[in-house]
């Protein structure tokens, strides 16, 4: 029942931010008259610059799955495959969903060894506490050389401390010692267990190093991608301003309500480039123009993904964390109605 009103409130919730923007926000007008001069030159290299960061962000992924699982590893396409289905989940369901069905789907495709969900989704955080290195370089470069509003210091002071904080956590967690086999251990000891194998990497230095790498250049390739949608739509603000573009990004999807947290993030982007002298109407058409660039890319190839693993969108919704409990037999079936 929870279930069921779990999705009711999400639309409305949508719906709601959606009717306060159009009733509270811009002359949409003007946002019309900035999307009939958009330069899709420009356009075109962003979404190319989206698929870029992608493909590093998922060689990041593969560098840290490869230390936490036993040999024989995922081949890579499929770890591409899985991170793109996830990519898809992200922009379509709420809460970071994409997150489990990226490892849900590369589990179907995976060897059946007990403990390798836990483990994968341990791979998942350890993925994301590398994406600290490229933040907290964009964010002193932000401080440095963009005009921030002041209010704006406190919670970017607040993300990147949580950020630091997850970051020890995970290499506290991963550097602990095991003294007791986990066949020994009682059932939340055992998922506890095989989620620190999914932060193995962190106790490696030198995949760790290339995971950074990959991240870095994820991150860069967006940078880049957020300055050429900026030149589509005619805003010639300093490279420093699509640097704060990205920042404002990361720091209003990081808990996402509703889908793409639509509209708010609209908002604070056309609100972080009015001290550039952007108009607030041509900010939130750059924001809508932003998100639904990296929305299709997302989308797009995650659709086609979701198409090549034989799956729905509705059995994309039911995907969740099998029992680690479970023999290995029980958890190598696939789920009903998710063919294996």
Same mark, same amino acid.
């Given at each position: 029942? &929870?279930? !069921?009103?779990? +999705?009711?409130?999400?639309?409305?919730?949508? *719906?709601?931010?959606?009717?306060?923007?159009?009733?509270?926000?811009?002359?949409? %007008?003007?946002?019309?008259?900035?999307?009939?001069?958009?330069?899709?030159?420009?356009?075109?290299?962003?979404?190319?610059?989206?698929?870029?960061?992608?493909?590093?962000?998922?060689?990041?992924?593969?560098?840290?799955? !490869?230390?936490?699982?036993?040999?024989?590893?995922?081949? =890579? /396409?499929?770890?591409?495959?899985?991170?793109?289905?996830?990519?898809?989940?992200?922009?379509?369901?709420?809460?970071?969903?994409?997150?489990?069905?990226?490892?849900? @789907?590369?589990?179907?495709?995976?060897?059946?060894?007990?403990?390798?969900?836990?483990?994968?989704?341990?791979?998942?955080?350890? %993925?994301?506490?590398?994406?600290?290195?490229?933040?907290?370089?964009?964010?002193?470069?932000?401080?440095?050389?963009?005009?921030?509003?002041?209010?704006?210091?406190?919670?970017?002071?607040?993300?990147?401390?949580?950020?630091?904080?997850?970051?020890?956590?995970?290499?506290?967690?991963?550097?602990?010692?095991? /003294?007791?086999?986990? $066949?020994?251990?009682?059932?939340?000891?055992?998922?506890?267990?095989?989620?620190?194998? *999914?932060?193995?990497?962190?106790?490696?230095? *030198?995949?760790?190093?290339?995971?950074?790498?990959?991240?870095?250049?994820?991150?860069?390739?967006?940078?880049?991608?957020?300055?050429?949608?900026?030149?589509?739509? %005619? &805003?010639?603000?300093?490279?420093?301003?699509?640097?704060?573009?990205? @920042?404002?990004?990361?720091?209003?999807?990081?808990?996402?309500? +509703?889908?793409?947290?639509? *509209?708010?993030?609209? @908002?604070? &982007?056309?609100?972080?480039?009015?001290? =550039?002298?952007?108009? =607030?109407? %041509?900010?939130?058409? =750059?924001?809508?123009?932003?998100?639904?660039?990296?929305?299709?890319?997302?989308?797009? &190839?995650?659709?086609?993904?979701?198409?090549? $693993?034989?799956?729905?969108?509705?059995?994309?919704?039911?995907?969740?964390?099998?029992?680690?409990?479970?023999?290995?037999?029980?958890?190598?079936?696939?789920?009903?109605?998710?063919?294996?």
């Amino acid at each position: 029942m &929870i279930r !069921h009103w779990r +999705w009711l409130i999400v639309p409305a919730v949508l *719906g709601l931010a959606i009717a306060l923007v159009w009733w509270r926000g811009p002359d949409w %007008h003007a946002v019309g008259d900035a999307f009939n001069v958009v330069r899709w030159r420009w356009i075109v290299l962003a979404v190319g610059l989206n698929l870029l960061s992608i493909v590093a962000r998922s060689l990041a992924w593969d560098t840290t799955i !490869h230390q936490s699982l036993p040999e024989p590893y995922p081949r =890579y /396409r499929l770890v591409f495959s899985a991170f793109c289905v996830g990519l898809f989940a992200n922009a379509v369901l709420p809460a970071r969903a994409g997150e489990l069905a990226r490892v849900a @789907v590369l589990r179907r495709r995976i060897p059946a060894r007990r403990g390798t969900t836990a483990t994968l989704i341990g791979s998942v955080f350890a %993925h994301r506490m590398f994406d600290l290195f490229p933040t907290l370089a964009l964010v002193v470069w932000v401080l440095l050389a963009a005009q921030i509003p002041s209010s704006a210091y406190a919670v970017i002071a607040a993300v990147v401390g949580l950020g630091i904080a997850l970051f020890l956590v995970a290499l506290l967690l991963a550097r602990r010692e095991q /003294r007791e086999a986990v $066949e020994g251990m009682g059932r939340l000891s055992q998922v506890v267990s095989r989620l620190r194998e *999914g932060l193995a990497i962190m106790r490696a230095p *030198g995949p760790a190093a290339v995971a950074t790498v990959f991240q870095f250049a994820g991150w860069t390739c967006q940078l880049l991608a957020v300055w050429a949608a900026m030149r589509g739509f %005619h &805003i010639r603000e300093p490279f420093a301003a699509a640097g704060l573009v990205l @920042v404002t990004m990361n720091i209003v999807t990081i808990f996402p309500f +509703w889908p793409g947290n639509v *509209g708010l993030l609209q @908002v604070a &982007i056309a609100t972080a480039l009015t001290p =550039y002298g952007v108009a =607030y109407a %041509h900010g939130i058409a =750059y924001g809508l123009g932003l998100q639904a660039i990296e929305a299709s890319v997302g989308i797009g &190839i995650g659709l086609v993904f979701l198409a090549r $693993e034989g799956l729905s969108y509705a059995m994309l919704k039911q995907f969740a964390p099998a029992d680690e409990a479970a023999p290995d037999e029980e958890r190598g079936r696939p789920r009903a109605g998710v063919p294996g």
